[in-house]
């Protein structure tokens, strides 16, 4: 690159209204593209990052494109370092024949916080410099240290940021006891809510310590039990390639946020897990019931302990379906079975009403209280939440939040009534149903009937985790037909539990209707929970639940676990 030098004083005055037109088109340049043209000011950036100077000055070459502000002339250049109304053309025209003559010119003086330099003494030499097109100039630098870094290409308005999370820090100490935890936030004001957090926490740590927790403690015991792992869940999830832009610190907000309002909407206590997973972007074919399945036996066909496949519950929450009846307590009575087989599940207790306007008065406070107490009976953590719609349709609706419906199929139901309400229940339902009966089952003796069919493979992972985790008894029904073998397709069957470790007793049946075979095996191997998928091989799922389904649960006086 070559350069022209004006070494007299007209052409240095022309070269310094050159440069001011520059400035002035830069300025629309800038507001067109909705960014700020001004330098920074070194007092403003020190006072909100909390700069303290930390070494004494040094002489180098700096880049003076690392040239952000300025000490006390950041309003008379703009953030090219172009002179602006204000500026003397005289004195410009006289630094730059200084520059461009034999004498030359002394270092500037600079601030540098982080990789940005601010000018305290030679605003004109780097005006000039810049004009003439140099790219680095020597100075007298003071290092300043400051709460949070400071990059080359901030703006203006994200030292709000900066400066948030500067002030965070600072009363917070993370930085200190939490070396490289990083709470960067995106949206200003966010800041506000973490200190939020922070101090209910420490008000219920001493509630529940019964003494006065100090404000470090409470940071510290906050940030472990409560940020991180939901920050864990954020990169478990990989949210963070679903909110493009976003930190870890903007989706844990979300996230609290979301938790917050979904319990207050649906009366129930929410994991952050759960909320996570209810704003992660979904695909519309998305089927979330099997999938837990999944990842506890995600090594099918490899011959692994039983305690290394089942790592994790299936059955983390449980919704209950309250009818009302006292009849209907007994799907209460067996989610709280599995709920402590499950190492302690949350019930989900659910009652609806036809309107609104009945959720409320004594007989939902009784209800209400009833269901308490039966939770302090079983020693597990529930909450009945009362809401008014279509029954069905609302069991479905908060089934997405829960890995289990649990509901109780009380007498005087037609045959047409109850075959209606599963096509309802199971086409719309996103997870496993139990369908109890009123009287209580051990549920320690499975029959699981399998035709190889895509739900009744969920059916075998279930069967497969409920046998393994829980230690109980499972048989295995195939019933040929002119479709199938059922030696072919139980040996798929007896492949995969075998590989997973898991004992079973397997059984074949042929020239039987399939809801026949099922009774009469749940008789002959005293199976007190049947396991099935909601249709089976080659049929419209409608025409299988109303031709198996509903009939064993017509005839049969035991649970029933249906995949749908």
Known sequence: ?????????????????RARRRAALQEIVFQFKGKS??????DDVVHKLKGLEVSAQLLK????????????????FNRRFLPR??????????????????KGVPPIEVYQ?????FVKDGNHRVSVAREMGFSHFQAYVTQVQTKVPLALNVEPDELILKAELAEFLEKTRLDHIRPGADLTVTVPGQYVALFEHINVHRYYMGLEQRREITYVEAVLHWYDTLYQPVVDIIHKQGMLQEFSGRTDTDLYLYITQHRTELEERLGWDITAETAAGDIEPRSSGYRATSEPIRNIYKHQGTSKPQSALVKGRLFVDILVAIDGCDSGWSSLTHAALIARRENGARLHGLHIVPVRSERHGPKMEELQNN?????RKFDLSGRLAIDAGKRIRRICQRARYTDLTVMCLTGGQTDTKLSEGLRTLLRSCPRPVLVVTQEESPLDRILLAYDGS?????????????????????????????????????QRARHYLESHGIEAIYITEQKVAIVQAILNTVKEQNSNLILMGAHGRNAPWYINVGSAVAPVLQQSNQPVLICG
Request: hydrophobic share 40%; with cysteine; glycine share 8%.
């Open 454 to 490: 895509g739900l009744a493979r969920e059916a075998l992972y279930t069967a497969a985790y409920l046998a393994g985790q829980w230690g109980i008894e499972l048989a295995v029904l195939t019933v040929h037909d002119a479709q199938i073998s059922a030696d072919n397709i139980q």
């Open 37 to 42: 043209s001004d330098l920074l000011s070194y």
């Open 85 to 102: 109304d204000g500026i003397n053309s005289e004195r410009w025209a006289r630094v730059k024949m200084a520059m461009t003559g034999l």
């Open 371 to 375: 269901f308490n107490d039966r939770c």
């Open 1 to 17: 690159m070559s350069f022209e030098f004006s070494n007299n004083p007209l052409g240095a005055r022309e070269d310094f209204r």
């Open 113 to 117: 916080i982080g990789e940005a330099y």
């Open 61 to 76: 070459d700096i880049p003076i494109d690392s040239i952000v502000g300025s000490v006390g002339r950041y309003r008379d």
